[in-house]
């Protein structure tokens, strides 16, 4: 079946513009991750939709940040007046159930800040 | 929660088994260990968990002593292919939260 996918694969964007990223997560599973990756870095937790329940929103660096998920599906990560330090491959990973169970991660997408 | 330390980098060639050892000194009861596995230019892959002692599945071997306060990921014969970062991270089961902590990892690089 198919993956998480995740759009666009790349962006590029000048400094100050907003952006939205979007993911699309394995059908029928009910949690969503959002992490952030810098070049050479590890993965950074963002924020966490679990069911109808509210979002973990523990992990946003800042309010220019935010996400939504839609009717317990896709997802939109948007960035608002984005910055340079933004840039980063951000990647989304769904899970069937809850906490812990096994994460299935898309193949992110690269934003680059100009 | 406990933090993870393992090597940077790590070579070897190809057919040789690959031995990958993390360090969790401060891992708590209800944590277990998970290694992912990342591709360049892919998102991280489940390889296997583990509580304690060892796990064994198609791809590598797992094995936790008795004091859980380190874990080594075992690549039987490494390909080519098993080029990638491997990372090691202990979830906390006692929690409510499903995030993962992601460190450097260990960039393994298989050489012919």
């Known amino acids: 079946g198919a993956g998480v996918s995740q759009s666009p694969s790349n962006k590029v964007t000048e400094k100050g513009k907003d952006v939205e990223l979007r993911c699309d997560p394995i059908?029928?599973?009910?949690?969503l991750y959002w992490y952030r990756q810098s070049l050479g870095q590890g993965l950074e937790f963002l924020i966490y939709?679990?069911?109808?329940?509210?979002?973990?929103k523990s992990g946003l660096p800042s309010d220019r940040f935010s996400a939504e998920r839609t009717g317990g599906s896709v997802s939109t990560l948007t960035i608002q007046r984005t910055q340079q330090e933004d840039s980063a491959v951000y990647l989304c990973?769904?899970?069937?159930?809850?906490?812990?169970?096994?994460?299935?991660f898309g193949p992110g997408t690269r934003l680059t800040v100009t | 929660l406990a933090k993870t330390t393992q090597p940077i980098s790590m070579d070897s060639y190809e057919g040789q088994e690959v031995n990958i050892t993390c360090s969790h000194n401060?891992?708590?009861?209800?944590?277990?260990i998970t290694w992912y596995q990342q591709f360049p230019s892919q998102g991280p892959r489940f390889i296997i968990q583990?509580?304690?002692t060892k796990v064994t599945n198609e791809v590598a071997s797992l094995f936790i002593p008795a004091d859980r306060k380190s874990s080594t990921l075992s690549l039987p014969r490494v390909s080519l292919s098993d080029t990638a970062v491997y990372y090691c991270?202990?979830?906390?089961?006692?929690?409510?939260?499903?995030?993962?902590?992601f460190g450097r990892g260990t960039q393994l690089t298989v050489w012919p």
């Open positions: 990973a769904s899970s069937l159930g809850g906490a812990f169970d096994e994460q299935y």
């Open positions: 059908s029928g599973h009910t949690a």
């Open positions: 939709f679990q069911g109808n329940s509210a979002p973990d």
């Open positions: 401060n891992i708590a009861t209800n944590d277990y």
């Open positions: 583990g509580y304690k």
């Open positions: 991270l202990v979830e906390d089961r006692g929690s409510t939260l499903g995030r993962l902590y």
